[in-house]
Nanobody
Framework: QVQLVESGGGLVQAGESLDLTCGVS????????AGWYRQPPGKQRELVAT???????NYADSVKGRFTISRDNAENTVYLQMKSLKPEDTAVYYC???????????????WGQGTQVTVSS
C-alpha cells in the first residue's frame, strides 16, 4: 500500500523560501511520475508541479520560475523548493504519484496528510 508523507511546511514572510519533502513507501517509485498539489483556504486543489520518471518537469504558470520540483529515486523522495514566496502561495501542499496520459497528469496514489505553508505579507 502506497504511503506518502509530506513535510517541511511552515510560516514564512513574503519573499522567503521553503523546501518541502515527500517520502514515498510501498511503491515502485522510480517508474512513477510525481506531482505536487496545493489547496488554498476555501479553494479547490490545484496542480503545482510535476516530474516524470525521466525527470522532465512542468509547472503551473503561477509558480514558474519560483518553484523547483525534483526527485531522488534512491531515497524514494520528491522535493519542492519554493522561493520568493507570496501570500497567495498559502495552502496545504500535497504530493502524489501519478501517470501522464499525453501531457496531462493523473494522480493514482493515495493522498498524504499534506503540509501547511503560510506566507505572511
Amino acid at each position: 500500500q502506497v504511503q506518502l508523507v509530506e513535510s517541511g511546511g511552515g510560516l514564512v514572510q513574503a519573499g522567503e523560501s521553503l523546501d518541502l519533502t515527500c517520502g514515498v513507501s510501498g511503491s515502485i517509485f522510480a517508474s512513477n511520475a510525481a506531482g505536487w498539489y496545493r489547496q488554498p483556504p476555501g479553494k479547490q486543489r490545484e496542480l503545482v508541479a510535476t516530474i516524470n520518471a525521466l525527470g522532465r518537469t512542468n509547472y503551473a504558470d503561477s509558480v514558474k520560475g519560483r518553484f523547483t520540483i525534483s526527485r531522488d529515486n534512491a531515497e524514494n523522495t520528491v522535493y519542492l523548493q519554493m522561493k520568493s514566496l507570496k501570500p497567495e502561495d498559502t495552502a496545504v501542499y500535497y504530493c502524489t504519484l501519478g501517470t501522464f496520459i499525453g501531457t496531462k497528469y493523473y494522480p493514482n496514489s493515495r493522498w498524504g496528510q499534506g503540509t501547511q505553508v503560510t506566507v505572511s505579507s
